[in-house]
């Protein structure tokens, strides 16, 4: 009879689906982000643009993997992750960058300790679609705030709809191709202030 796996030794993979399965509208997906996928979404932030990139739902890391190999220095990356142990993971394996244990629709509350200054993009994997629409349009609006004014925030969804609606008051949105090469297929939505 085989011994089980610790769960400091468990395969990313199998992490989501167990996470999953105990809270699936906090977790949203049954496995981590593909290489393509956290790659085109690392891509859309400018390594240029001054201060920290926030990350929100980094999950065991797969995007802040991509932040890293596009050169952006493991001391700008801000984590803020809700599971207790997607945070021990991620302090483990990214021993440079900031991680949060906290709530990402609170996440100026979350990061307010770390007084950063503006950041240059928020990359998001959070399961947006599962929260009602003000509720997401209250996240990218308290992003905004916490952003330089041409900073994007860059949400993936495997949805055919927009995360957060295509078109609203004070904000463009963008959508990417669709990346057939993650599963499931996916597609990035960036959004960024609108000014008049």
């Known amino acids: 009879m085989s011994e089980p796996v610790a769960p400091e030794r468990l395969p990313d993979g199998a992490r989501f689906l167990r996470s ?20 085109a979404m690392a ?4 390594s240029n643009i ?22 952006i220095p493991a001391k700008r990356l801000v984590l803020v992750e809700f599971s207790t142990e997607f945070c021990a993971l991620l302090r483990g394996r990214f021993p440079g960058a900031h991680v949060v ?13 770390l007084h950063l200054s503006p950041a240059a993009a928020v990359v998001s994997s959070l399961p947006l679609l599962t929260r009602p629409v003000e509720q997401r349009l209250a996240l990218l609006r308290q992003c905004f705030s916490l952003m330089h004014p041409d900073a ?9 709809a927009a995360p957060i609606p295509a078109t609203g008051v004070g904000y463009i949105a963008s959508p990417s191709r669709r990346i057939w090469l993650n599963v499931p297929p ?8 609108k000014f008049p």
């Open 43 to 46: 891509g859309y932030v400018d």
């Open 50 to 71: 001054d201060g920290p990139v926030i990350e929100i739902g980094p999950g065991t890391g797969p995007v802040t993997a991509a932040l890293l190999s596009k050169g």
């Open 20 to 39: 999953w399965i105990g809270r699936p509208l906090q977790i949203g997906a049954v496995q981590p982000s593909g290489r393509a996928l956290a790659r």
């Open 186 to 193: 996916a597609r990035i939505w960036v959004y960024r202030r």
């Open 152 to 160: 994007p925030f860059i949400q993936f969804t495997y949805g055919t």
């Open 101 to 113: 244990e906290g709530d990402a629709y609170e996440l100026a509350r979350s990061i307010a300790p």
